[in-house]
């Protein structure tokens, strides 16, 4: 068991974390005590790009981006982990040093587990192994539609792509309305789609020029401020952007 001092916030966080649904409260005790668990401070680097060290994160709380830097300095994002995700399982899995640095982007609590903890956790219990599989073959298409994005499409087709990917993780109202949480910057959508901040921004203005997308200010209830969003006023017509934008590098 975990002592009583850990145990409501270990198991209140994993209990959400997505690869651990549905175990009962003794097995996630055993993971709880597998686990350590850290405060991570926004900026902070997580994990380095060939680390050798092959430990897993589960995220409890926070925002975090998985990214590459090239030698020159330039970064491309790959995802953000959120609460109930988790990072660093290819290197728990093949032990192959890291292929990725993730950085926080805001305060956030891990629970880091070693690789033998987390195979023998998907040993002893199938439905997660199961969930483990089905999470690399999402990663494995996700990188394969990129892969292609990359070598066909141009930059407005690209940057289509990418908010419909992002407006995915939202809900979108009836009208295919979404309002993209949290927005991203031109720079962030940029190293998402490896182009640069300036191109970004004058795709951003065309698309909002055509009445795609707009921004709006709105209130942030966790910083109690407003905040400007980017919304999406229709999902289908971004969609036919991705498909009728001309051709080009």
Known sequence: MVSAELDRPALTGLRAVALLEGLGDDV?????QACRFHLVRARQTVMSRADVEHDCCFVLSGRLRVVALSPGGREVSFRDAVAGETIGEMAALDGRPRSATVVALQESVLARMRAADLKLLLRRHWPICERMLQHLARTARTLTERVYELSTLNV?????????????????????????????????????????REQVAREMAELARQGVIHREREHDPERHREREVVVIEDLRRLAERIEGASAGP
């Open 28 to 32: 996630l005790a055993e993971v709880a």
């Open 156 to 196: 407005q087709q690209r940057l289509c792509a990418e908010l419909l990917r992002l407006a995915t993780s939202g809900e979108a109202a009836a009208n295919g309305r979404v309002v993209l949480h949290p927005t991203p910057s031109h720079n962030d959508l940029a190293t998402r789609i490896s182009s640069g």
